[in-house]
């Protein structure tokens, strides 16, 4: 570590035309007292949703042996690699009031309830359009946002632009569309387009007009052109690991506005812009990462902390015959063919492979002492279970150390609710997934003695 009399404004970033690049953490970006003291900065608390719709073959998700020594299930397998930094919890319930698929609008309802832990209100009644929760995310944006540039960042693999509309049992699409709420009335729209995120995260903010783009793309090849010069007028007064560091950051940043814009030349070519915006990349596995490394170097730039991404929204028919499941995803969550399960399973594992793939950027990610995947709580599951979309044991994996508060490489299995029972004070009722929200708010800092209807804290 470098040590001088006065350290790195932590919040410093490049500037040029157009332009702010963050800068990631930097050892002179520690103060030089503490790097006296050989003291190691307090690791930054960050926490993550990953959201995947239209629950999963959840037989073949959930381990057959509980403890330290679990074998990975099918879906579960491409984590395997990242077993000390994972835990597999089963059994939690969501409390929807005995609603299921039979009972129409469940999409939507248990999208909404995941952070929010409210049911949601039908579309336009009583003089209001929409009404939830403050979700979870936004909870623990309020406590980690303030050192941030940006608060949090809500991110999908699905655009929402038809969210005005009706979707599910009478209930407005935005309750399938997000997960994220500022408030009971203000849901928060999911940016699906990399070159959007890109543009909010380190450009100018301008038009999202594709033509805007397109021409300031001619203009200015590359954000980091103009602010080359103090790229190496900083470079020279860093040591050798800050500006090993840099170097590497900025060919990542590089790196992904390279792919942006590789991208939006192929569907310039291939199809109308209207049909497919700029930016998006051809194939579901590409779009996903390069969607997760956007997320990366959000975490490692410290642009913010807290970030809610839905793999796809409820009620989702995508195809995926690259992997040979070319039925919708959600139709064939209600078919019980084992042909139509069997295109279901790989659906559930190609997004686990995505999943693994986020999980080793942040493993390889530096971050003060260790990694960003030490340093994070991620969530990664979905708001009902399998087939008949049933609202209890459902589907959850808490990956990361969280800054040391979390000890992975088991299978926790909570006393669930396989009746639908709703009354959790009943003996079949099931342990609410506000338990584990209650837990992971005291595991980043933030002290309350409830969240929702959580009846307790787990044990993890």
């Not at 690991?241 to 590089?254: C, F, Q």
């Not at 992904?256 to 109308?272: F, G």
Request: glycine share 10%; proline share 6%; net charge negative.
């Amino acid at each position: 570590m470098m040590i001088t009399k006065k350290a790195i404004p932590r919040r410093t970033v490049l500037r040029g035309i157009g332009a702010t690049v963050a800068l990631p953490l930097l050892d002179g970006m520690v103060p030089a007292m503490t790097a006296l003291a050989q003291t190691p900065a307090r690791p930054i608390r960050r926490f993550g949703v990953v959201y995947v719709p239209n629950g999963v073959v959840i037989d073949q998700w959930t381990p057959a042996t509980d403890g330290a020594g679990f074998e990975f299930s099918p879906i579960l397998k491409p984590l395997e690699p990242f077993r000390d930094r994972l835990l597999v919890l089963t059994g939690l319930t969501q409390n929807v009031n005995g609603l299921t698929a039979q009972s129409g609008a469940v999409h939507g309802r248990c999208a909404t309830k995941f952070l929010t832990g409210a049911i949601p209100r039908p579309f336009g009644q009583e003089g209001s359009d929409f009404l939830a929760g403050v979700s979870l995310d936004q909870l623990i944006a309020r406590e980690l946002g303030g050192d941030t540039q940006l608060g949090s960042l809500e991110l999908s693999l699905e655009s929402g632009d038809k969210g005005a509309g009706t979707c599910d049992g009478g209930y407005s699409c935005t309750y399938s569309h997000t997960i994220t709420w500022r408030s009971p009335q203000t849901p928060l729209p999911m940016e699906h387009n990399p070159r959007v995120v890109f543009e909010r995260m380190f450009g100018d903010g301008g038009s999202t007009d594709p033509a805007a783009r397109h021409a300031r793309m001619r203009r200015d090849r590359s954000l980091l052109d103009s602010v080359t010069d103090k790229v190496a007028d900083l470079s020279r007064g860093l040591g050798p690991s800050d500006a090993g560091k840099l170097s590497e950051y900025l060919d990542a940043v590089r790196d992904i506005e390279r792919r942006i814009q590789r991208a939006e030349e192929q569907v310039s070519r291939e199809l109308p812009a209207f049909d497919q915006p700029a930016g998006v990349p051809a194939t579901f596995a590409e779009h996903a990462r390069l969607m997760f490394d956007l997320q990366v170097l959000a975490y490692q730039s410290d642009l913010t902390r807290v970030i809610t991404f839905m793999v796809g929204r409820e009620f989702s028919s995508r195809t995926y015959p690259e992997v040979g499941a070319p039925g919708g995803h959600h139709p064939l969550s209600h078919e019980s063919s084992a042909a139509s399960q069997e295109q279901l399973l790989q659906i559930n594992i190609h997004h686990a492979e995505q999943f693994a793939y986020y999980l080793d950027r942040l493993r390889e990610t530096p971050d003060g002492e260790g990694s960003l995947l030490d340093h994070v709580i991620l969530y990664y599951g979905a708001g009902m279970s399998s087939g008949s979309h049933q609202p209890w044991n459902l589907p959850i994996v808490l990956a990361g150390g969280g800054a040391g508060q979390l000890t992975g490489g088991r299978h926790i299995r909570y006393a669930a609710d396989t009746e639908g029972v709703t009354a959790y004070s009943s003996a079949k009722g099931g342990t609410p997934l506000a338990n584990l929200h209650l837990t992971v708010l005291e595991k980043l800092g933030m002290r309350m003695d409830a969240i929702h209807d959580s009846t307790g804290r787990l044990d993890l």
